[in-house]
């Protein structure tokens, strides 16, 4: 019986230690999911109200051709930094910004929101989008694209495939997104939620990087698609999504020689025999002069003697008679069955000889007999 005690609280205990774990997990999943419509409360000066011990500044400069609009929006720009109580000043003369906190500021942070503002100002953001900043669940993202590319005609053309025909493509990925994107220059300014932001950057950078924009856009509308599903939202979505390749259709003309190169050795090559090393491993070095002498008598004699045989050989290929086409024997056709009219010839013979170019046809003469008039002269005398 003691037995049966010690195994059931043995099996409760397992049992206890099991749900205490699926509620740590359950608990855990539910910290990591913000629940829909949440925000976070805003800063007031009640939860600073001695406010801040030192002053912070910044300033940036700004292009000539950005004075005229500043000017016109400068009031709307203190306005809007001086609900926060932060201090804003234009210097024409230097082309620069300056903004800093007050003895009144009590948000530690309203003075990095006031920076970026005159950043976004700086990159030709028009004042109305770059307001947004101010707000608690906005950022911005300034994207330098200038050393990204060597080739400027490259980059150029590259970032007017970011923009698209008539801003579409640069439309269809502020849509997507929830963003606002300025492409102005060497940057990509971009003002919109943390999500939508680390989106635009991936599709700018690849951009640049020579991946066409739109197939970025097919994958963020299929991840909008599948957000909407609440059952896939903890899923992996890898397997909806395209996968696309990257193929080069340009290939490399080969050259027609190829030279291969031979293995690399740190070993100096062989260094060729001499004519003395030559000698000595034959054996002749040794011998006397006169026989060296008479060796060479008799190379140089067997060389000469190839010689004529050559020149004798082409002397006699002058004499070698051509081969002869063998003779084809005639064969004599048969005689046609039609037999040729010889008088039907002579009288065409006889037409073309009286025609004359340009004149009508001549009757032909009759002919007469000769031979009876030759008899009839006789007779006659």
């Known amino acids: 019986m003691a037995s049966l005690t010690n195994e059931e609280s043995v099996s409760e205990a397992h049992s206890g230690k099991k749900s205490k774990n699926i509620k740590s997990q359950v608990d855990e999943s539910q910290l990591l999911t913000v629940p829909d419509g949440w925000k976070e409360p805003a800063f007031t000066k009640d939860d600073n109200p001695k406010g801040l011990l030192e002053e912070s500044s910044f300033a940036t400069l700004f292009p000539k051709y950005r004075e005229a609009y500043l000017k016109e929006c400068w009031p709307l720009v203190q306005n809007a930094l001086g609900d926060s109580h932060i201090k804003a000043t234009l210097d024409l003369i ?7 906190t007050t003895k009144k500021t009590f948000d530690p942070f309203a003075i990095i929101r006031a ?20 707000e608690d669940e906005v950022a911005c993202d300034i994207i330098k694209i200038g050393t990204l590319v060597r080739n400027r005609e490259r980059f150029v053309k590259r970032r007017q495939r970011l923009i698209g025909p008539k801003g ?21 300014s971009a003002i919109g939620p943390f999500n ?19 197939y970025n856009i097919k994958t963020l509308m299929i991840k909008r698609e599948l957000s909407k599903d609440p059952e896939l939202r903890m899923q992996s979505w890898e397997r909806f999504l395209p996968n696309f390749r990257h193929k080069n259709l340009t290939k490399r003309k080969e050259p027609k ?20 090393d030559k000698e000595l491993a034959t054996g002749e070095f040794f011998l006397r002069e006169s026989v060296k002498k008479r060796k060479k ?32 024997k005639r064969i004599n056709k048969a005689p046609s069955e039609s037999k040729i009219d ?36 006789k007779n006659k005398g």
């Open 115 to 134: 920076r970026d503002l005159i950043k976004l100002l700086a990159r030709s953001v028009p004042f109305e989008q770059a307001v947004r900043i101010l």
């Open 297 to 328: 008598l008799e190379e140089i004699k067997v060389k000469q003697a190839e010689v004529l045989t050559k020149r004798q050989e082409e002397r006699n290929k002058a004499f070698i008679p051509p081969k002869e086409k063998p003779v084809m």
């Open 196 to 214: 939508g932001l680390k989106e635009v950057r991936k599709v700018v950078l690849d951009t640049m990087k020579n991946i066409h924009p739109i």
């Open 257 to 276: 020689k190829k030279t291969t190169k031979k293995e690399y050795t740190p070993f100096p090559p062989q260094q060729p025999e001499s004519q003395i």
């Open 342 to 377: 010889i008088a039907a010839i002579k009288a065409k013979v006889q037409k073309a000889k009286t025609k004359k170019l340009g004149a009508p046809v001549v009757n032909p003469v009759p002919e007469t007999n000769t031979g009876s008039d030759k008899k009839k002269k």
């Open 94 to 100: 230097e082309g620069s910004i300056t903004v800093c």
């Open 168 to 188: 579409s493509t640069l439309k269809a990925l502020e849509l997507l997104t929830n963003c606002y994107v300025m492409v102005q220059g060497n940057t990509v």
